[in-house]
Every structure is written in C-alpha cells, then in structure tokens.
C-alpha cells in the first residue's frame, strides 16, 4: 500500500507561481507512473498531467500546457508539480496519483490510478 501527502498549496496572485510536492512511501515509488489531477468547487476531478515510471514521458492537460511542468525525483520518492503564470481558473484541490501498475507508461484515467493523496488547495486571486 502506498502512502501519499501533498505540499506546497496556497494562495496567490493571478501570473504567480507555486510548486507543489508529493511525497511517497509504502511502495516502490521508481517503478509507478504518477499523475497530478484537481478539482474546482462545483466540478468533477480533472486531469491535469502525468509522469511516466522513469520520468521519460510527460502529458499534459490542454489547460495546463505550456505553464506547469510535472517532475520527479526517484531518489526522494517525490513527484512535484510547477505551476507559472496561474489564472483564477486554475484555483482547486490538486491531488498526487500513483498509478495501480508497475513500469507503464503516462496515463490520463482516473480508473487507472489507486492510491490517492489528502489533496492541497490551489487558490488564485484576480
């Protein structure tokens, strides 16, 4: 069973930054693909990117593309997420996923993930 906790939420201004992480134990963190997903008040949860088990491939939602940058460091068992230029829309829970399988590559379902973090609050002010 893996254990997740994500830090690094808050609140900032609209074209700021943040930089979550995700911290991992319980299993072999090198070996999963690893997915960052969120969810806005009043929305279903949505995909935002992931990370293949070697951190090789990277996909990213179209709403994200080009301003956040989804890594990992095997080593410290830790995913991280950096989020540029945030909008309003960008406010949410975001959520750290492993996927339920070893050694696959980026995947965007939700049904393809078990294990799931606490979640931390993403707030962007206009």
């Known amino acids: 069973q893996v254990q997740l906790v994500e830090y690094g939420g808050g609140l900032v201004q609209a074209g700021g930054s943040l930089r979550l992480s995700c911290r991992a134990s319980?299993?072999?963190?090198?070996?999963?693909?690893m997915g960052w997903f969120r969810q806005a008040p009043g929305k279903e949860r949505e995909f935002v990117a992931a990370i293949s088990w070697r951190g090789v491939s990277t996909y990213y939602a179209d709403s994200v593309k080009g301003r956040f940058t989804i890594s990992r460091d095997n080593a410290k068992n830790t995913l991280y997420l950096q989020m540029n230029s945030l909008k309003p829309e960008d406010t949410a829970v975001y959520y750290c996923?492993?996927?339920?399988?070893?050694?696959?590559?980026?995947?965007?379902?939700?049904?393809?993930?078990?294990?799931w973090g606490q979640g931390t609050q993403v707030t962007v002010s206009s």
């Open positions: 996923a492993a996927d339920k399988l070893p050694y696959r590559g980026v995947t965007t379902e939700q049904n393809s993930y078990d294990a």
């Open positions: 319980g299993r072999t963190f090198s070996s999963y693909a």
